[in-house]
């Protein structure tokens, strides 16, 4: 739209324009004959863009008021046009006065023209760029302007953190663009000096002189910057690597320092001789000025590069260690401070004691809530049958918690969307899909660790409109017209009925019931006519002054452009509220890469060396209202921002206490942390300056693939002898698969956030997850049941393996699946429990408990004869048995008849060889 409407104009007016050149016959210059054309093409492009930006404007503005953050929206743009007017105002003024030029009696009329033109518009070009460049600092501003302090000091400059979160990047921001600013006007000025001035140096001395001195004044301003650059560097080694040391190190404290102080000091001396230079007319010849300027050069190159690399090789690297300590020190804790791992509470288990019947009868919590369905498996299940229409999907599965017949059950919960693109190509119309097919409708939910005898979720939500099975888990507001999968805008209120839910052969139809979403008066129609380029609007018969638009539906977002400050959680989840209303629930973080001594970790598009998940947004499914809550009342981030726009954050207390119960501990979150403690869980200097205890992430099978395991939710119990809902973490040793810690991160709302740490014992083996995936492959029944499955038009699907810690012993187990290749089904179809010393499988979880306790066999038993003729008919029987299980799809069957057959064959052979 706006690349026509330019088109247009520029068509009308230049057409014109280019005709009246051509038919010029003269060769005198045309400008005057054209000006009145040139005049009104730039004067229509102005008002077209001054046009869209308006509309752009108000359109934002409406959809700011329509969600409640009007205040937010109107402060950022109040910083953001102060900021411009005053960068503009400064850089306008000193880009004019650059580009002074004075008249010359022998240039042509024509000449004088555009020198008078490009005198006020080139520095109005240049100003317009500088304040847009300055207004985009409007957040370091308002984080300055209202800094929090953190009472956490740096040990080198005992400063207060918050001077680096705020004030550093604040200052350094400034001073960058006060040294633009003065580097551009200089060579302004150096251009019209070389272009205008020195040609006529003969004739005009006095004007040379004027502009040698503004030379000698504008590269004094740019020395003072660097200078002022350079002091602020001193603190910019605190977020670099300098030889084994992330931060200062003890070439950067004893040399390096001192040097940058003393460059800053002679750039700042040099940039006073230059103003002498400038107002001392002896003085004013242009030579000093380049001297002046090649010595501050010289001397940066040489007290910069040469002399702390020299003193690094010569005096430090020889006895790194002995130097360095203290400051590995420093960047132990900085890192540790700046990821939230500096209140890991370490748990050292000295002897893994054994899995035992009773031990898990005692922690029946824990058992009854062993995750055997895997959530990417669920996924294609619940596809397969919850999707009910063509036009339904299920995104994402989630993992989370709630009391069920007063017990804590852990569920897996997934909102059925409604995903436009699937729509038939016929039924991909305007009206269908901006006004008719609006929301999806409804959530499924299964408990972890339950399925059917064929192998499917036992629901506990289902089908449309919502069924449940337990009287905690009532859908009254099924409809989502705002999640992951929500990416158009709709109208509501409309002279059609929406589509609501499909009902047998017919469809039931509804109305919006919330008085949400901008009113579509006339005016708004034209404006969203404009910014949508979308005639509908317009010309549509079905939209009326009642209907509301809505639009950025997608939750991710939404609370992005409310809260561009925040980076946002990867994975948002549902929540069924106890007022039957879903909710999204998304975690934010405050970062930096300005936290004293932290190495970064390059996530989000950018390094980071400080994150806190401080804030829960949490998003209504039907209306769209979002509301974000502060959880963490010690992060100085937090607290500057909900300063900053009082009106942005909540406090935790105003959170509904469902929602409390429903927190989780983020996985993005868990993953940075698992990352960093990998190395920096050796708070000793000497062991991490050797990395002689580093740590890797586990490894698991998933599909046949061996992948990083990732953070998994489970109830565990905590420091306390509580159970509780968190998130866990294994952790092997560098190139090796045994398990040496479990890092567990509270869900509670009590605990939110405490992190647990399970070390266990480095003299005896503990098998990590890879270790139980050979053990698996090893095992020669389960080895041939899994090829056989996969040789017959099947695919087998090995879940998550998951450790559970309970107690001071540990279990493995994992889900096997089974999913025809021409559909994703997959069906659980064996259980596989392990601990340090057994390894079994069953169809059930009980079967699988029995075995690991000895109680029943694990296969069927043959039973034992010395008749060879029996034992013929026998496996015959059982290959019987096994090729009609094959072709009921019954593998698991069909491979413990296989096995009895082996079993069979080989008794045969040993009355053979013994008769």
């Not at 994703?824 to 064996?830: A, E, N």
Request: glycine fraction near 4%.
């Amino acid at each position: 739209m706006v690349g026509f409407i330019v088109f247009i104009l520029y068509f009308i007016f230049a057409l014109p324009l280019i005709i009246k050149a051509y038919k010029l016959k003269t060769n005198t210059p045309p400008f005057h004959l054209v000006k009145r054309e040139v005049f009104i093409l730039v004067l229509g492009v102005i008002i077209v863009t001054i046009f869209l930006s308006s509309v752009n404007f108000i359109t934002n503005l409406l959809w700011f008021k329509s969600v409640n953050y009007q205040n937010v929206f109107l402060r950022r743009i109040f910083v953001k046009i102060t900021l411009f007017l005053i960068g503009f105002s400064i850089s306008y003024l000193l880009y004019f006065v650059s580009f002074y030029v004075p008249k010359r009696h022998e240039e042509l009329e024509v000449g004088e023209r555009i020198i008078n033109v490009s005198r006020f518009v080139v520095p109005l070009i240049l100003a317009f760029f500088t304040g847009s460049a300055t207004s985009a600092q409007f957040e370091q501003v308002l984080m300055f302007i209202n800094r929090t302090p953190s009472n956490i000091f740096d040990p080198v400059f005992h400063r207060d953190v918050s001077f680096y979160l705020f004030t550093y990047p604040f200052l350094n921001g400034i001073v960058s663009t006060l040294l633009s600013i003065f580097v551009i006007a200089f060579l302004v000025e150096e251009i019209v000096y070389l272009m205008y001035i020195r040609p006529n140096f003969s004739k005009i001395s006095r004007i040379n002189l004027h502009a040698t001195n503004l030379l000698s004044i504008l590269a004094a301003l740019i020395l003072f910057s660097v200078s002022l650059k350079i002091y602020l560097s001193v603190y910019s080694l605190l977020f670099r690597k300098g030889g084994a040391v992330f931060g200062i190190g003890y070439t950067d404290f004893y040399v390096r320092i001192p040097i940058f102080r003393i460059i800053a000091l002679l750039l700042f001396v040099a940039g006073l001789i230059l103003i002498i230079y400038a107002i001392i007319p002896r003085f004013t010849a242009r030579g000093p000025v380049f001297r002046i300027l090649l010595i501050s050069a010289i001397v940066v190159v040489v007290f910069y590069i040469t002399v702390p690399n020299i003193f690094q090789a010569l005096v430090v690297r020889p006895t790194e260690l002995q130097r360095e300590k203290s400051f590995l020190t420093y960047n132990i804790n900085g890192t540790l401070q700046g990821f939230g791992l500096d209140k890991v509470n370490i748990t050292e288990i000295k002897d893994l004691n054994p899995i035992t019947k009773d031990l898990l009868s005692k922690n029946q919590t824990i058992v009854n809530n062993f995750r055997f369905w895997d959530w990417r498996a669920l996924k294609d299940t619940y596809q397969q049958i919850q999707s009910i229409r063509l036009y339904y999907t299920f995104n994402d599965v989630d993992v989370d918690r709630y009391i069920l017949n007063n017990e804590l059950r852990e569920v897996l919960v997934s909102a059925r969307e409604l995903d436009q693109g699937l729509l038939p190509e016929t039924s991909k119309t305007w009206v269908n899909l901006h006004l008719k097919f609006t929301h999806g409708y409804g959530i499924c939910m299964n408990t972890v660790n339950e399925f059917t005898q064929e192998g499917l979720p036992d629901l506990l939500v289902k089908d449309i409109p919502p069924i449940s099975t337990v009287p905690e888990l009532q859908v009254i507001r099924p409809e989502i017209y705002f999640g992951e999968l929500t990416n158009d805008y709709i109208i509501v209120n409309t002279g059609t009925d929406e589509f609501d839910y499909p009902k047998g052969e017919e469809n039931v139809y509804s109305k919006y019931k919330e008085n949400r979403g901008i009113r579509l008066t006339p005016f708004n129609r034209f404006l969203y006519t404009i910014s949508f380029n979308d005639i509908n609007f317009i010309f549509s018969r079905y939209i009326n002054s009642n209907s509301k638009l809505l639009y950025i539906r997608n939750i991710k977002d939404r609370v992005s452009k409310i809260a561009p400050y925040l980076k946002f959680d990867s994975d948002p989840y549902i929540v069924l509220g106890n007022n039957g209303k879903l909710y999204w629930v998304i975690d934010a973080y405050t970062v930096s890469n300005f936290y004293p001594y932290s190495e970064p970790v390059y996530v989000y598009n950018e390094n980071v060396n400080y994150i806190r998940n401080s804030v829960k947004c949490v998003i209504d499914a039907y209306t769209g209202d979002v509301t974000f809550y502060i959880v963490d009342n010690s992060d100085p981030i937090a607290k500057t921002l909900s300063k900053a726009f009082p009106t942005l954050l909540h406090s935790f207390s105003e959170m509904p206490e469902f929602l409390k119960n429903h927190m989780r501990y983020p996985d993005d979150l868990m993953k940075i942390q698992g990352y960093v403690y990998l190395t920096y869980h050796m708070a000793d200097p000497e062991v991490f300056y050797n990395k002689e205890d580093a740590w890797d992430i586990a490894k698991e099978k998933y599909y046949s693939q061996t992948q990083d395991v990732i953070p998994y939710f489970a109830i565990v119990k905590d420091s306390s002898g509580k159970y509780t809902f968190a998130s866990l973490y294994a952790f092997t040793p560098l190139n090796k698969s045994n398990l040496v810690a479990l890092m567990i991160a509270d869900c509670s709302k009590d605990n939110f956030g405490k992190i647990n740490l399970l070390r266990f014992p480095k003299d005896r083996l503990v098998y990590g997850p890879l270790q139980i995936e050979a053990r698996i492959d090893q095992d020669s029944e389960i080895s041939k049941v899994l090829t056989l499955w996969n040789q017959q038009g099947s695919e087998v699907i090995r879940g998550n393996l998951l450790v559970i810690p309970i107690d001071t012993s540990i279990i493995y187990f994992e889900p096997i699946y089974l999913q025809a290749n021409t559909a994703k089904f997959p069906q659980i179809k064996k259980i596989v429990l392990s601990t340090q010393d057994k390894l079994v499988w069953g169809d059930t979880f009980e079967d699988s408990l029995n075995l690991l306790f000895g109680e029943v066999q694990n296969v069927p038993q043959t039973p034992q004869t010395q008749n060879i003729k029996e034992l013929v008919d026998l496996a015959k029987t059982h290959f019987e048995n096994y090729k009609k299980y094959v072709a009921s799809g019954d593998y698991a069957k069909a491979g413990e008849e296989l096995k009895a057959v082996e079993d069979l064959i080989q008794q045969i052979e040993n009355l053979s060889k013994n008769p």
